[in-house]
């Protein structure tokens, strides 16, 4: 009697205390700028993916798109996690890219778990596009969502090697060395400026 008392004490610790589920994607369009497994990995370690222990393999592919004009977006969220995706752009350096999105987070016996984290509601450079594909429900058992697919536009840049930045970022998750509450992949992209179009000199390394 007492053993069984022990066993349902320990379910219900364990029914309460947060459940670790990590998010993965996949980056299908653009390619992206590591080799990446069937899970998307190795992808915690900001701005591009890698983990401290693994920096991951480039491709070396560079991408090509036109200054002022769309460019289509393609993930897929090979473990689901409710969330959200944000696009930024780096032209000359990727410390151009912004941190992370900001945690709301509560504190659990595991450590600091995440609530929300911030959107832009007017994406201000070099954040393209925030708060994309915002979900949370979970896919049927032995599902997973679809693709998630959009057009975000490009500034009127010229640059050799840009890079474009996606990132994930995790609700009512835990915190992890790497990513914090985030996943990361980037695509390196050769955008070439509309000549009919006005440069926008915003952004970096433009006259």
Not at 74 to 100: C, M, N, W
Not at 103 to 109: H, I, K
């Amino acid at each position: 009697m007492k053993l069984n008392r022990l066993f349902y004490v320990a379910a219900l610790v364990i029914g309460a205390a947060p459940v670790m589920a990590d998010g993965h994607f996949k980056l299908l369009e653009p390619s992206s700028r590591l080799v990446e497994d069937m899970r998307g990995d190795p992808q915690k370690l900001g701005p591009c993916g890698g983990t401290s222990a693994n920096a991951g393999t480039p491709t070396n592919i560079v991408n090509t798109a036109v200054g002022g004009s769309k460019l289509h977006i393609k993930v897929q969220e090979t473990i689901y996690h409710p969330g959200f995706y944000r696009v930024a752009l780096a032209v000359k350096s990727l410390d151009e890219l912004p941190a992370d999105p900001v945690a709301v987070t509560r504190d659990t016996e595991k450590g600091p778990w995440s609530i929300s984290g911030a959107i832009q509601s007017n994406p201000q450079m070099p954040v393209l596009a925030d708060g994309l594909n915002s979900h949370r429900t979970r896919p049927a058992s032995g599902t997973q969502l679809p693709p998630f697919e959009t057009d975000v536009q490009l500034p009127n840049v010229n640059c050799e090697k840009c890079t474009l930045q996606i990132v994930q970022f995790m609700e009512d998750h835990g915190y992890n060395k790497d990513g914090g509450y985030t996943y990361h992949h980037c695509a390196d992209i050769k955008i070439t400026a509309d000549p009919a179009k006005p440069i926008d000199k915003g952004w970096p390394g433009q006259s």
